[in-house]
């Protein structure tokens, strides 16, 4: 059921959407909806946010998309915002269970899956392991994941390698994660946009940081970077290695900035030979990391685009 905001929350931020809570895979999920007033049975979008933000970070897009017809919907990814926090499941396939099992909680068969970051690593994950679940697939600055760890190398100059391996030492990482006064979040942000950005602005910092101080969000944001990076010798990397062998059949749309610091631009068209659907990617000049809030406008005009011409029913 949707509730009434709470002005104190630092997650449920009022706006043109409805905030719920919904169960799925073990654990209770938050989510904002913003859906079209008069439409029948419109298509369901769920939106994944990447490092380190979280549903908010779609803030620009769920009145547009509710605008076009759409059912929109910006989950919080599991320990992060309004989700829970649990001690583990942060590994791919958990990750991608917790989705599908939120699309179903939302009354839904299908949905067009939107993922930015470690959000549309999860999306891929999500198409190929549940492809009954996503009807399409929309990923933003996130190749697919045996193309990115294939980037992931000793001596490939991206700023991805860094950024990982940077947060495999313990604790240190969570506590400037944590503490407004390190400016790690507003250097991370803006390190990763475009270099005439004016992304990120006070506020959005400010709230940012305001959804890492519920612990243990600074921990479990950063449990992926380190089961992506432990898991690479394990039994359970390999295996998943092995699943993501499966091709992605549903349509695939990349948008990738091209000043994404992250991986070098041009990384994402080495995933279409893991699509056997129709595969289209869209550079965005002038973006970094994070084209959905350097160039929401442009960003909302190509994804609309894409979804216009997307078959209405699964």
């Avoid at 490092?51 to 803030?59: H, I, K, L, V, Y």
């Avoid at 910006?74 to 958990?94: E, F, H, N, Q």
């Avoid at 695939?252 to 994404?260: C, E, K, P, W």
Wanted: proline residues 10%.
């Amino acid at each position: 059921m949707p509730i009434t905001p709470d002005s104190n929350s630092p997650i449920e931020i009022p706006g043109p959407w409805q905030h719920r809570y919904v169960a799925a895979n073990g654990a209770r999920f938050h989510v904002a909806e913003s859906a079209p007033r008069d439409a029948n049975d419109p298509p369901l979008v769920v939106l994944l946010h990447g490092f380190p933000e979280f549903w908010w970070s779609w803030r620009d897009q769920l009145p547009v998309l509710a605008e076009q017809g759409y059912r929109a919907v910006a989950m919080d990814l599991r320990g992060y915002g309004g989700s829970d926090k649990t001690p583990r499941g942060y590994d791919p396939i958990t990750l991608a269970q917790d989705v599908a099992g939120v699309i179903k909680a939302l009354g839904e068969r299908s949905a067009i899956v939107v993922g930015h970051g470690w959000g549309g690593y999860v999306a891929w994950v999500v198409a190929a392991l549940h492809p009954r679940e996503v009807s399409a697939l929309c990923v933003v600055s996130a190749p697919h994941p045996r193309v990115m760890l294939r980037n992931l190398r000793p001596g490939n100059r991206v700023g991805a390698l860094a950024h990982v391996l940077a947060m495999q030492v313990p604790m240190l990482p969570e506590r400037k994660l944590a503490n407004p006064n390190s400016g790690y979040l507003r250097s991370h942000l803006r390190d990763w946009s475009g270099p005439d950005s004016s992304f990120p602005d006070t506020d959005t910092v400010a709230k940012y940081q305001a959804a890492l101080t519920i612990w243990p969000a600074p921990h479990c944001a950063l449990e992926y970077h380190r089961w992506l990076f432990r898991s690479r010798l394990r039994a359970d990397g390999r295996h998943f290695n092995q699943l993501m062998e499966r091709p992605v059949n549903q349509p695939v749309f990349s948008i990738h900035g091209d000043h994404d610091p992250a991986l070098p631009a041009g990384t994402d068209c080495r995933s279409e030979h893991l699509v056997t659907g129709d595969f289209r990617r869209q550079p965005m000049a002038g973006a970094g990391h994070f084209p959905h809030e350097e160039q929401p406008h442009v960003f909302n005009d190509v994804l609309l685009s894409w979804l216009r011409d997307l078959p209405r029913t699964p």
